[in-house]
């Protein structure tokens, strides 16, 4: 079984190369810089108790990549790249490769199993960073993260078990979930809080305006049946890097790096569509998905408001 993983940035990154130097066959799709620094240098991957530098095979785009049936893709890439990604992949890869969605939200897995029969849900609870090309950090050590995994829809077969298997022997804590989009449905209520850290700031300050978008999330999916485990969280395990704590999460990373996108619309944005099909109100979310698209666009750094400027907006809204 190779891995090739599509999208090396904080998360694909650190799976990609926890599963490397554990054995794995594994081959690294990345851009820009960061490709250029890998084919160079090699993949640094830096954690709570050491630093080590991992010659990964990088590749620019999936045609550059031999594919073959017995491949794993695992999808890394935010989701509001999925759907060019999956195009490319479609175009270079054989239909019967496995696809495995490592992703935050619900619609990654959907719009791959529009091009790919075998398609897997990864619920990924991993503090991780990319700021710098060529370096991954990960928080937690000596267990990595966690990374929950089945079939998508729904159900597990010899592949979930062999993905979890891979998973366990290199550092990470994997259980087969049939049910894995009930598990990935409680990591988005999780992620709405992405927006808040890159609104209103890391910390305590927006604590408050996360858990009100929580709560709308929370009354979204009850409205639609939608089934979501509770408490999926794993910051409280996370330990520091070369004496610095994890800053920001995924969305608060995209402002650092300027990368002009965000995946507000498929994180907070879910939401906002599960209630407008439902008619649940959802406007701390609404608000949240525009603020956070327009800070993204315009290249702001993450701290637009304060709490109370915040709910000021939003009775204005």
């Known amino acids: 079984m190779r891995f090739v993983v599509y999208g090396a940035g904080a998360v694909g990154g650190v799976v990609g190369a926890h599963l490397f130097r554990h054995g794995h066959d594994v081959t690294l799709i990345a851009r820009g810089a960061h490709h250029d620094a ?100 990960t928080y937690m050590a000596p267990v990595s993260g966690l990374l929950d995994v089945g079939r998508y829809p729904r159900g597990e077969d010899d592949t979930a078990h062999a993905l979890a298997a891979a998973f366990r022997e290199s550092t990470f804590e994997a259980e087969v979930r049939p049910d894995i989009m009930r598990y990935k449905y409680g990591k988005l209520l999780t992620n709405l809080g992405n927006a808040v850290e890159v609104v209103i700031g890391p910390g305590e300050q927006g604590h408050a305006i996360a858990r009100l978008a929580r709560e709308e999330g929370a009354a979204c999916l009850r ?6 485990q509770s408490g999926v969280t794993v910051l409280a395990r996370s330990r520091p890097v070369h004496g610095r704590d994890r800053l920001g999460g995924s969305s608060f990373q995209s402002l650092q790096r300027g990368t002009g996108t965000i995946e507000a619309d498929y994180l907070n944005g879910e939401i906002v569509l599960l209630g407008r099909s439902h008619g649940v109100p959802t406007p701390v979310n609404e608000l949240l998905r525009t603020l956070a698209n327009r800070m993204a666009r315009e290249g702001r ?15 204005r809204h």
């Open 38 to 137: 890998i084919r160079e240098r090699g993949l640094r991957l830096d954690t709570p108790d050491e630093s080590l530098t991992l010659p990964i095979p990088v590749a620019a785009r999936p045609a550059e990549v031999k594919f073959s049936d017995g491949d794993v893709v695992l999808l890394a890439m935010k989701t509001q790249d999925t759907a060019p990604a999956l195009a490319e992949l479609a175009a270079a890869a054989p239909p019967g490769i496995v696809v495995a969605s490592a992703q935050n939200g619900v619609e990654n897995e959907r719009l791959a199993l529009r091009l790919f029969a075998e398609v897997y849900g990864v619920c990924v609870l991993l503090p991780a960073a990319f700021l710098e090309p060529g370096v991954v950090e």
């Open 223 to 228: 409205a639609a049946g939608i089934e979501a």
């Open 301 to 315: 750094s993450p701290g637009l408001m304060t709490a109370e400027e915040f709910l000021g907006a939003l009775d």
